[in-house]
């Protein structure tokens, strides 16, 4: 199977059968069964249809052809049992695909760094780290550009050298992300049929309450909703398999819009649509930034591929944005280029004496030399920032965090579907994907963006009582992770942990609405001991909470899948701290956002599953959801226990995938630029005994001690919530409010907008309006006169004499038109022979001499 | 100047001009025919003539028969008169539906009687 | 219908030029007449004799056919639609098996007083009997009667098809003229259907007709039916589904535009008298009779042509005796005349067809006749003229049976312009030849 | 005396025919009667464009320009007929116009004719040379885009299709259909507006 060829086609059909799904059920949903029964099986039907191609994709195509590397981390090789397990994998691999061994040859990286490179483009095998530990980490010994394969279906526009494209940059992260949002969302697809029946009939909602008192009652809308899913679909895949940052940006707002849609699902609810159009509002803002960071990019780089658009033989005709800021000949490092310099220079002139001055000093080998290449930097710096404010509305950053906790009033599958494997997985993956252009000083504000997010969000978690809210808070905070982790340089562990926290962040809102399902109520203050009621849900939601908080055996490579990730960003904020202890805020905030999350992870299970039922009623009424709901259940406990181990017999393990598309020139340790301090460690330094160990523990201990907490408190009963709350008043009321961010927001943005508005529409009214009424006197004045003077008598007089002669001169040219067809065609034969006649005779007098040599030939 | 007696004419090859002149005769009397006939299908067939006399130019410019040279119209003539076939075939249906119409409008077919256009 | 081969160096040469030019000259009767001496004197000295003569032989052949056909045809109608009406009379008397009737008819008509309406429009009304019978004729020159290298036809014409359905459709000219110059409202009410009919039902006739000249790439009828080579099941009829329903619409659509029962509107006695030709009595009515029979007998023919495999019988047997030109001129004689055979059996066959549907459904009011032309023979014709396109791209060179039909001429066919010889042999050239063996589906 | 070379002595024929009926429409003065010399000028037009080598388009001219069209015309003599012959009488000044104008329309017309030295009859022998080619598929493969009559064409877009009348041929479909339906339209019987409403059996 060539990658090249079948990689694209299989993933484009994995990314249009929802499509297609889409088109269908907007035409014929309505007709499909009874209120569109059988579109939700449509839409099933299309995502599995799409889950089963990309997981063709992943085992049939990719792993076959580009074998995982032989030892995934560096740091373990102090473990021992992968190294063999590594090896052994290679070997199985390379037989089955003798073949391919020759074209993916491995190319040590000493020769990488010193010979011209027989690198054909996106072919480039991963490198061999044996050859690279060799190599030390010194600043040559960096890795070569990941396997990739890009390439395009559909040029939309082009203007000059610039076009925009439709196309595809295929790397192991792309494939990974098909195979996780495939299969959460044929697991959600599959919950929201059993979720979503109550629409098959004609819906009363108990929400919304009509004028005349009566409860709203509207036909069931089934069809629509699973419309809008595979649109989401859609749209994800499309952000995921884009080859370039115009095609990302498009199906960006299309996520928004089905976002915007399926929150506002129910309409008919005031919370409802307000949720909606603040998503949809607060996304647009950090768009905005993204818009000036694409400008910023296209503008000086006159790209939007992400990968290198090569010709029929594999020659590059034209380099895309990563290659073009890591060249070869600077060792693969990020460096703005010369049109990025240039530019730089032409906009402000300031920085470009910095450039002449350090070009002179950056000789002498002074590591605290005073900033040098400045210019482009800035620019670099604007662009990586700009789109990063993209990632901040869509994944739910700080400031811009405000519309994911209001996202719940959609249906739960759709927060399930939101909140794990779609949406704000998007702005990670972006970031992710965009990695190689972030400058270190654009990774620091990632990281302390994350930072805030994470301590934010976990805080405002634990007084919620929403069993929603609480989980939606929770994702905010684990979204702070991953960005914190790809700011800190963790990009493998920022990803990682994007697809661990997919799957049980996923399982865990699934299981809260199979609770909703079945107590319907969202508040946890009156639920409890439902376990025995639905075990299924209790127990899969356990496994998930575990995930959560990063449950295993420290220092081993047992646990949970949270375990791994989890502990790998820790370990690189421990890594960042040791280089940078400027900035130590960022290596303690995820041990404290561990501690909280388990604190309220599992003050959320018990007060839903443990201890005694607080609403009787409720209780008794509780069932179990139906199996098309706890199958997927139990399918994503599953992912969520199993997604981080590796395959037993061979080292198929996420992050060994992930490692393959590991942006070109992060490995090194890097430094800043306009911030000389400021160092971004090579990630697999994190893997360093000294660095693990003190990580492993703090991690764990802070984790036990958030779980020991909520025992105390939620199962033994030892402390009394109510008491706590009392005593710490002022903060609950803080953290209940959410940190008062909504308020803040209305004071400081929209009411001084609302006074602005006021104030000009004072100033329209009163001074613009009244010049105009002032000026339309005068005009009306003036008109009166110029009328009777000038208009009577001049203007009047020429249209008059006009309009007299043209009648005249009709009155006689009328007598011939005689409206005879006869005598038009005599006119037509006469004119045609004095033309001859003309013609000769001015040929022959010589008046146009050329006219009788044309007619010869 | 060609010779144009009799004799001649039957042992040499005739040529372009030769057409020409069969097609300015039925031009020109296909005009006549329309300058004349007080008949609206009559002045139809003069355009009918008139059609038929440019599709027998097209097809002299275009013949290999006539004109070997480089800057015969060649195929593209042929070309030429087929549309010419089709498009007056399209005329004479229109042709025929105005002059029932104006039929039905004035009981008569006697376009002198059409001149409601008088100035 | 000429041409035997002559002599072996005309064909020695003809040999030679297989593959640089591909329809071969074939031998005129008026080559015969040229190279014709009796010991060493030319019995033919000048080429214009020669040719003149030639045209004669084939008028008087094509003339010849087309009346005693007529009288066959005539005499045919009579017994069948006795048979089938039990009629007594056709039956039982003239002469044995009552062939002396037509004969008789025949002079009876000759005999008759020729009469002309007052008030009719002599000219026309004298021309128009002509005016029928010449189309019903002319389109017999292109009709080729055997194929082969050495086909017998009239003209031997590059677009045979189109040139015979041209000419036929004149004949509804002579019909108009006379049922105009009849002075009589019966005989205009006839023309006017007859226009109106035929004119209508050349458009699905046109597109049935495309079917075959698509399947074969030529418009040229020896070509098309010598494309039908070999078993039936190599006949066009059969090629594919598409075709088979084509052919039915075609046979339909020609029985109307040769207004016979049931599509006989334009001369319907029940209504109009007799229709066009009320006013015409003895040698005049005779040629619009012999002109109907006779355009009855071209488009059977033409329908065995097309579709019927024209001159191969349903096996090979030519082929099977040997009785081609490559064994000698007499063989190919003799095959040629088996051919001929096969042409007119078909035809004669298709004209029975005619007659026994004529005897058998009652004639159609005029806006069925339309509806069954504008609602039915003209969609399905156009469906089946796509289906067959289709078939003949997706499953090239298969016909209805499944199986491969075999290539059928027996000499390279090709329309000459491609093989010019003064045109070098480049690139360009074989580039622009692709699409004309897509489009030609050899 | 020179052997008579055939093919003038056809186009003499022909182009003799065809004159003679075009005067023969020209001068008739019954409808029907010059319906049927437009008939024969233009089939005899025909027979000129077989013996300028157009086969097809002879036969595409016997089959719409004789066929179609004419049978068309002759419809709407039929329709329109109020007497029995239709004739209207032409003013004897509008004939001696008409007849000076055209004089010198055809004056014109034949002079310029042969003063174009390139329109000038070739050789004999030059003529006798001229190889017959077959057009019907160098003017179906022209309309489809192919220019296969042209191979030393240099460029290649322009001999695959680009010079070709395909575009102009399905101009000239769509044309064709729209005339047909505006005729048809145009055509279609009128109703009288100012006939009592005429009850349906079925209503009552």
């Known amino acids: 199977m060539d990658p090249a060829s079948n990689l694209p086609m299989l993933l484009m059909g994995a990314w249009l059968v929802p499509l297609v799904s889409f088109v269908l059920i907007l035409f014929f949903g309505k007709h499909m069964g009874s209120h569109g029964k059988y579109a939700g099986h449509l839409a099933t039907l299309a995502i599995v249809t799409s889950a089963v191609l990309s997981f063709t994709a992943m085992f049939g195509v990719w792993l076959p052809s580009h074998p995982l590397p032989g030892a995934a981390h560096h740091g373990e090789e102090h473990d021992g049992e992968h190294a063999e397990e590594g090896g052994n994998l290679h070997v199985s691999l390379g037989t089955s695909t003798a073949g391919l061994e020759t074209q993916f ?103 919304v309450t009509m004028r005349d008192g009566k409860k709203l009652k509207r036909p069931g809308r089934f069809y629509r909703f699973f419309q809008y899913l595979s649109l989401f679909c859609f749209s994800m895949f499309g952000i995921v398999i884009a080859g370039n940052l115009a095609m990302v940006f498009i199906f960006w707002e299309l996520v928004g819009i089905c976002s915007y849609f399926l929150i506002g699902f129910y309409i008919e609810r005031k919370s409802a649509s307000t949720a909606a159009n603040k998503a949809f509002i607060v996304n647009r803002v950090g768009d905005f930034g993204m818009l000036i960071g694409m400008m910023a990019l296209w503008s000086s780089l006159g790209t939007f591929n992400f990968g290198d658009t090569t010709d029929a033989e594999g020659k590059i005709v034209e380099r895309g944005m990563f290659s073009q800021l890591h060249t070869e000949e600077n060792g693969y490092r990020l460096q703005p280029t010369e049109s990025m310099i240039a530019e730089e220079k032409r906009m402000c002139p300031a920085h470009s004496d910095s450039i002449i001055e350090s070009s002179a000093e950056s000789a002498s080998s002074d590591v605290h030399a005073p900033p040098k290449n400045t210019a482009g930097q800035w620019l670099l710096f604007i662009g990586g ?99 914190l982790s790809l700011g800190l340089g963790g990009w493998v562990a920022g990803m990682f942990h994007l697809i661990t926290h997919a799957f049980f962040k996923g399982l865990l809102f699934m299981c809260s609405g199979s609770v909703i399902h079945g107590v319907h109520t969202n508040d946890m203050t009156e639920m409890g001991g439902l376990r025995k009621k639905m075990p299924i849900t209790a127990y899969t939601m356990l496994a998930g909470c575990l995930a959560i908080i990063g449950a295993g055996i420290p220092l081993s490579t047992i646990g949970f899948s949270g375990y791994y990730s989890k502990d790998a960003i820790i370990e690189q904020a421990f890594s960042f701290g040791s280089q940078n202890p400027g900035h130590v805020i960022l290596q303690w905030a995820p041990v404290v956002g561990a501690f909280i999350t388990a604190f309220y992870m599992f003050r959320l299970w018990y007060m839903t599953f443990a201890g005694e039922p607080r609403n009787q009623h409720r209780y008794d009424h509780a069932h179990e959801s139906p199996k098309v709901m706890t199958v997927p259940l139990v399918v994503l406990a599953v992912f969520a226990i199993g997604i981080g181990w590796t395959l037993p017999g061979t080292n198929l393990k996420v992050t ?127 008109s009166k006169v110029v009328y009777a003077v000038f208009d009577r008598t001049v203007v009047d007089g020429m249209v008059d004499g006009i309009a007299g002669v043209t009648w005249d001169l009709g009155l006689g040219l009328r007598k011939i038109q005689t409206g005879s067809l006869r005598q038009y065609i005599m006119f037509i034969v006469i004119g045609t022979v004095v033309l001859f006649i003309a013609i000769s005779v001015v040929q022959n007098t010589g008046l146009v001499g050329s006219l009788g040599t044309d007619l010869t030939n | 100047m060609q010779n144009l007696i009799l004799a001649n004419l039957l042992t040499e090859p005739i040529g372009v001009a030769h057409y020409v002149v069969v097609s300015a005769f039925m031009f020109t009397c296909g005009v006549l025919c329309m300058a004349t006939k007080r008949n609206v299908l009559g002045v139809l067939m003069g355009v009918e003539l008139v059609l038929n006399a440019a599709s027998i130019n097209l097809i002299a410019f275009g013949s290999p028969f006539l004109r070997n040279d480089a800057n015969s119209l060649g195929l593209d003539g042929q070309l030429m008169t087929l549309f010419v076939i089709v498009l007056a075939a399209a005329e004479a249906a229109v042709a025929l539906a105005i002059a029932l119409n104006f039929y039905n409008n004035h009981d008569s077919i006697d376009v002198d009687r059409a001149d409601e256009l008088l100035g | 219908m000429s041409s035997c081969p002559v002599g072996a160096g005309s064909r020695d040469k003809r040999d030679d030029d297989i593959g640089s030019v591909g329809l071969k000259e074939e031998p005129q009767v008026a080559q015969f007449l040229l190279d014709f001496t009796i010991f060493g004197f030319d019995v033919c000295p000048w080429p214009w004799l020669a040719y003149t003569i030639a045209g004669f032989v084939h008028v008087v052949l094509i003339l010849n056919l087309v009346a005693v056909s007529a009288l066959v045809f005539i005499w045919l109608e009579r017994k069948i639609s006795g048979r089938i009406q039990d009629r007594l009379g056709p039956t039982r008397v003239g002469g044995k098996f009552g062939w002396l009737q037509t004969l008789a008819d025949g002079l009876k008509l000759l005999t008759k007083e020729d009469l002309r309406p007052e008030g009719s429009d002599g000219m026309l009304f004298r021309v128009a009997p002509y005016v029928s019978f010449c189309a019903s004729i002319a389109a017999f020159i292109a009709i080729p009667f055997a194929g082969g290298e050495y086909p017998w036809i009239a003209q031997h014409l590059n677009t045979g098809v189109f040139f015979v359905l041209a000419v036929m459709g004149l004949e509804v000219f002579g019909v108009i003229l006379a ?264 | ?134 057009t019907v598929t160098p003017l179906g493969m022209g309309l489809l885009g192919v220019r296969v009559d042209k191979p030393e064409e240099p460029d290649a877009a322009r001999r695959d299709g680009m010079a070709g009348y395909l575009f102009q041929f399905e101009i000239v479909s769509v044309h064709l259909l729209v005339v047909l339906i505006g005729a048809a339209y145009l055509a279609r019987a009128k109703r009288k507006r100012d006939l009592p409403a005429v009850q349906s059996d079925g209503s009552q």
């Open chain 3, 179 to 442: 049922g105009y110059a009849s002075a009589s409202k019966w005989s205009l009410f006839g023309a006017m259907r007859e226009a109106a009919q035929v004119v209508t039902y050349e458009v699905p006739l046109g597109m049935c007709v495309v079917v075959p000249v698509l399947l074969s790439g030529s418009l040229d009828m020896v070509v098309i039916g010598d494309r039908q080579a070999g078993l039936f099941t190599n006949w066009l009829v059969f090629h594919d589904p598409f075709t088979f329903i084509t052919f039915w619409v075609y046979f339909t659509c020609a029985m109307a535009s040769v207004n016979r029962a049931p599509f006989d509107l334009a001369e319907a006695e029940s209504e109009l008298v007799a229709g066009f030709h009320t006013e015409y009595s003895g040698l005049r009515w005779s040629f619009f009779f012999m002109a109907e029979y006779g355009s009855m007998f071209a488009v059977s023919i033409l329908a065995s042509i097309l579709f019927l495999g024209g001159w191969h019988g349903p096996f090979p047997i030519t082929e099977w005796l040997g009785l081609t030109a490559e064994n000698g001129a007499v063989l190919g004689y003799l095959g040629q005349l088996l051919g001929l055979g096969n042409v007119l059996l078909k035809g004669t066959i298709g004209v029975c067809v005619m007659i026994w549907v004529r005897w058998t459904l009652p004639r159609l009011r005029i806006d069925q006749v339309m509806a069954v032309c504008l609602k039915y023979c003209t969609p399905i014709a156009a469906a089946m003229f796509l289906g067959a396109t289709f078939w003949h791209y997706s499953l090239p060179g298969k016909n209805f049976f499944g199986l491969l039909n075999k290539p059928a001429a027996t000499y390279e066919v090709s329309e000459g312009w491609q093989n010019q010889a003064s045109q070098p042999e480049t690139e360009e050239h074989l580039a622009i030849s692709t699409p004309l063996t897509k489009l030609g589906g050899q």
């Open chain 1, 385 to 483: 920032v700009g789109v990063f404010c993209g990632c901040v509305g869509k994944s739910a950053q700080f400031p811009l965090h405000v519309w994911l906790p209001d996202a719940m009033e959609g249906p739960t599958p759709v927060s399930a579907l939101v909140h794990s494997a779609t949406m704000v997985a998007a702005g990670v993956y972006l970031v992710g994907r965009f990695f190689p252009v972030f400058t270190p000083e654009a990774l620091l504000v990632i990281a302390y963006i994350g930072c805030i997010t994470l301590l934010i969000a976990a805080t405002i978690a634990i007084t919620a009582t929403d069993i929603k809210r609480v989980l939606a808070y929770s994702t905010v905070s684990q979204l702070g992770y991953m960005m």
């Open chain 4, 1 to 134: 005396m020179q052997e008579i070379y055939w093919p003038s002595v056809f186009f003499l024929l022909f182009s003799g025919i065809s004159c003679a009926f075009a005067v023969g429409v020209l001068l008739s003065q019954n409808i029907v009667r010059m319906a049927f010399y437009l008939v024969l000028s233009l089939a005899a037009t025909s027979g000129l464009f077989f013996l300028a080598g157009a086969d097809f388009v002879g036969a595409m001219q016997l089959m719409i320009y004789v066929g179609g069209t004419l049978v068309l015309l002759i419809f709407g003599v039929m329709l329109t007929s109020q007497e029995r012959f239709i004739e209207m009488h032409t003013w004897a000044g509008d004939w001696v116009k008409a007849f000076l104008a055209g004089g010198a329309l055809l004056f014109i017309l034949v002079s310029a004719a042969f003063s174009v030295p390139a329109w000038q009859s070739m050789d004999r022998a030059e003529a006798e040379a001229v190889v017959a080619s077959k």
């Open chain 1, 656 to 782: 060994n995938l992930l490692e393959q598309s590991r942006p070109i020139g992060t490995l090194a340790t890097s430094q800043g630029t306009l911030l000389p301090d400021l160092v971004i460690p090579d990630e697999h330094l994190s893997h360093e005994w000294e660095i693990k160990k003190p990580a492993g523990i703090a991690a764990f201990s802070t984790a036990a001690m958030g779980l020991l907490l909520a025992t105390i408190i939620y199962l033994w009963k030892k402390l009394n919530p109510d008491e706590l709350k009392q005593s710490f008043k002022p903060v609950h009321g803080f953290l209940w409010n959410k940190w008062w961010f909504d308020e803040i927001y209305g004071a400081l943005i929209i009411a001084p907008t609302m006074l602005l508005a006021r104030l000009v529409s004072r100033f329209d009214l009163g001074i613009i309006d009244a010049i105009l009424h002032g000026s339309a006197a005068v005009c009306k004045g003036l």
């Open chain 1, 105 to 207: 040859t491995v190319h040590p990286v000493a020769f990488l760094a010193d010979d011209s490179h027989a690198q054909d483009d996106s072919h480039e095998a991963p490198n061999d780290h044996a050859a690279g530990e060799a190599h030390g980490h010194d600043a040559h010994a960096n890795n070569g550009a990941p396997i990739s394969h890009s390439g395009e279906w559909y040029t939309i526009c082009k203007f000059g050298s610039l076009k925009l494209t439709i196309g595809y940059y295929i790397d192991s992260l792309t494939v990974t992300m098909f195979c996780m949002v495939s299969l959460i969302a044929s697991c959600v697809h599959f919950y929201a049929i059993g979720y979503m029946h109550d629409e098959l009939h004609d819906f009363t909602d108990p929400e």
